[in-house]
């Protein structure tokens, strides 16, 4: 019998705080609402109706993102979940089978818990989803007759007795598409919320002759998600499973517990995966690969004998051919590695292709970006690319090539050949110590003169026979400049004498103008940027003297 499937993506989800829907939340690398769709769509259903409310848009855009052919139902009032399932009717027109309910924030139902609904459909006209709780808490209880159900009670319309029961309701209902909507539309909402519930089908289908069934699973594929905190014991609970599933299937996790998976990540069996491993959405591991420690991959796949990292990342686009290699502190996007290529050290490799056996020394850069257009970058198989080649794309280095260290690539090299590139080194004898003496006359001087407050660059200037621009040019290349240079050591100056008993009787402002400091509410906000403390505290920590 044909089925078709009818997921609830309408809510808010307020206790998530967040402007986000909450079924767009991401688990695994996926939103929520993809979970339920995939686990749906083992059932190979004829139509997948997804009903949406908050940001609609949002929720209808990553719906057809995972399913083009998914149907949209909109529910502008959130008036409860049998109002939310009519809200598919029209969708629906003209099907005829099986209609099973499912919801866009409850991620783990498993596609064989399904199957074992459809068949359940066999004897029963309703089949309910249940589970035997442990805490019960807030959940819509199921009320037995025998091996039939009776009824479902929602916690807050149920008495003291209903309450006592621990087979819980999940939500998840599978019946008859025509039957379905006939029973929604005698459900109406006499209850504590005002809402329409889908839960109110089972009595009234006991009332017209039909049976209702339960199908039970374990608690733990029932979660829903309602929560940041639910969502994250949502998140350990999956990486949990997903890490046994892996060491199951024959891959080697040297650390599992520091390994994350994503809903579709794919690895071969005598894969090997270090600790601290990423798994983005989109990556497949072929039998015999190694991840080594400390790598993020995402869409990406990794043929085998490839060793990738540690510290590597790989970003969508990439393809990594057999026993290929990517090292330390490499990122590679949207690029094609030939077998037996390797890019080792320290490099960006994005947008190409490498050839087969080709070498990528370590610093090597493919500019492919120019600010508007992603640009290619081509080398050949067992091409040589030096250290801290720039490849300035697009360009193409022939099969054979090489490239000497620090070139800059800007034209074609053909096949065999050796491009050079860069500046002519010049050498300056002596001028190393030359300028080395300059700046260490220029430091003494400008210490001897530190009190002084016509302290300046053109002063120093003057006295050492250069220009302020080149003065400037001596501090920059220190990573400073002539101003904080002098403001530092009169910083120090002034602490010094601040921490010295001798001088506790002498007052703040006289130190600081001493010390060169011609405004005392400047010198007192730098002292207490520098240090984290004011002068006055550095005296009383100093001397024990409170002023």
């Not at 064989?112 to 029963?124: I, K």
């Amino acid at each position: 019998m044909p089925v078709s499937l009818v997921i609830l993506a309408a809510g808010m989800g307020s206790r998530m705080n967040s402007d986000l829907p909450k079924v767009l939340h991401p688990l695994a690398g996926a939103p929520l609402l993809l979970h339920a769709m995939r686990a749906g769509a083992a059932l190979e259903p004829e139509r997948v109706v997804v009903v949406t409310g908050h940001e609609g848009e949002k929720v209808a855009k990553a719906a057809r993102a995972e399913n083009p052919e998914a149907l949209i139902a909109h529910q502008a009032d959130q008036l409860g979940t049998a109002h939310a399932v009519a809200q598919a009717r029209e969708a629906l027109a003209g099907f005829s089978g099986d209609l099973v309910v499912l919801y866009g924030d409850t991620p783990f139902i498993r596609p064989e818990t399904l199957e074992a609904m459809r068949e359940a459909r066999a004897r029963h006209g309703v089949v309910v989803l249940g589970f035997d709780a442990a805490d019960p808490a807030r959940y819509g209880r199921l009320v037995m007759a025998g091996e039939r159900l009776d009824r479902i009670v929602e916690f807050n319309d149920a008495t003291d007795e209903e309450r006592a029961i621990t087979l819980c309701n999940s939500g998840v209902v599978c019946a008859d598409s025509s039957t379905l909507f006939e029973l929604i539309d005698a459900v109406g909402n006499a209850n504590a919320k005002g809402e329409y519930y889908l839960t109110d089908i089972v009595a009234i289908a006991r009332e017209r002759g039909l049976s209702a069934g339960v199908v039970t699973c374990p608690e733990a594929e029932t979660l829903g998600i309602n929560t940041r905190a639910e969502l994250a014991a949502a998140e350990a609970a999956f990486q949990t499973r997903a890490r046994v599933e892996a060491l199951d299937l024959g891959v080697t996790l040297t650390a599992p517990e520091t390994v994350f998976f994503a809903l579709d990540t794919v690895i071969g069996r005598d894969a090997l995966v270090g600790p601290n491993v990423v798994f983005g959405p989109g990556v497949t591991i072929e039998s015999g690969a190694e991840i080594r420690a400390f790598c993020h991959l995402e869409g990406c796949h990794v043929s085998r004998g490839a060793v990738v990292g540690p510290f590597a990342r790989l970003r969508p686009g990439t393809e990594l051919a057999e026993d290929t290699r990517v090292g330390n502190f490499v990122e590679v996007k949207n690029a094609i590695l030939d077998e037996g290529a390797k890019v080792n050290h320290l490099s960006y490799i994005g947008d190409a292709q490498v050839g087969e056996r080709a070498n990528i020394g370590a610093g090597t850069i493919t500019c492919n970006y120019d600010g508007v257009m992603k640009h290619r970058t081509e080398i050949g198989a067992r091409a040589f690319i030096g250290s801290d080649t720039m490849l300035v794309a697009p360009v193409r280095v022939g099969a054979d090539a090489m490239t000497a260290s620090g070139s800059v690539i800007t034209a074609d090299v053909p096949d065999g050949a050796l491009a050079l590139a860069r500046a002519r080194q010049e050498v300056k004898p002596g001028l190393a110590l030359r300028l080395m003496d300059r700046l260490r006359a220029i430091k003494a001087d400008i210490e001897r003169n530190l009190t002084d407050p016509g302290l300046s660059p053109r002063w120093i200037s003057m006295r050492h026979g250069i220009s302020p621009r080149y003065l400037r040019s001596l501090f920059s290349d220190e990573g400073t400049s002539f101003t904080d240079h002098v403001a530092l050591r009169r910083l120090m100056l002034a602490r010094r004498r601040l921490s010295d008993p001798a001088q506790s009787g002498v007052p703040v402002g006289r130190i600081a103008a001493e010390a060169g400091f011609g405004d005392l509410s400047w010198f007192n906000a730098r002292f207490r940027q520098r240090f984290g403390l004011t002068p006055s505290q550095v005296r009383v920590l100093a001397t024990g003297r409170q002023v």
